[in-house]
């Protein structure tokens, strides 16, 4: 199990349980450190509004408006070194949009960025469709099931 020597940091600037995120973090690095077989040396994990998440998204992606996920990596001596920000007001409309839980969708996001850092892309059909092939694995290790 990865989860117990990877330091794991949870930072909750949205209304949501910060214990549950701190525990789904942990799930979430063991399950995509089995399936990957990769190793995080440190995953801090931002829940933030749309206001930060907004400020972010134009300083790294230079793109104005809010976004759902960014992760941010680096391979450091330990393992990779992981910065997700997933944002919760994005997950809320999209999931209302979708007619499932606002928890799931920023579960997706955290799952989504997690990948994002294991390697996986999303920019072609195909490895898009490897990416929520590994999504689904990983929600469901959770018990969040499909989203």
Not at 59 to 71: F, H, I, Q, W
Not at 114 to 141: W, Y
Request: net charge negative; aromatic share 4%.
């Amino acid at each position: 199990m990865n989860a117990p020597t990877t330091l794991i940091d949870v930072v909750c600037e949205a209304p949501v349980d910060a214990a549950h995120w701190q525990r789904l973090a942990v799930a979430a690095v063991d399950a995509v450190t089995q399936l990957e077989s990769v190793r995080f040396a440190r995953v801090s994990v931002r829940v933030l509004r749309d206001a930060a998440m907004e400020v972010l998204h134009e300083r790294y992606a230079k793109e104005a408006g809010t976004t759902d996920v960014l992760a941010f990596v680096e391979q450091g001596a330990g393992g990779l070194e992981v910065d997700v920000a997933i944002c919760h007001d994005e997950a809320e409309r999209r999931a209302a949009q979708l007619g499932h839980a606002g928890v799931d969708e920023l579960a997706l996001y955290l799952v989504h960025g997690l990948l994002h850092a294991a390697g996986h892309t999303d920019d072609t059909d195909e490895s898009c469709a490897r990416m929520r092939t590994a999504e689904r694995e990983v929600l469901h290790t959770l018990g969040v099931g499909r989203v």
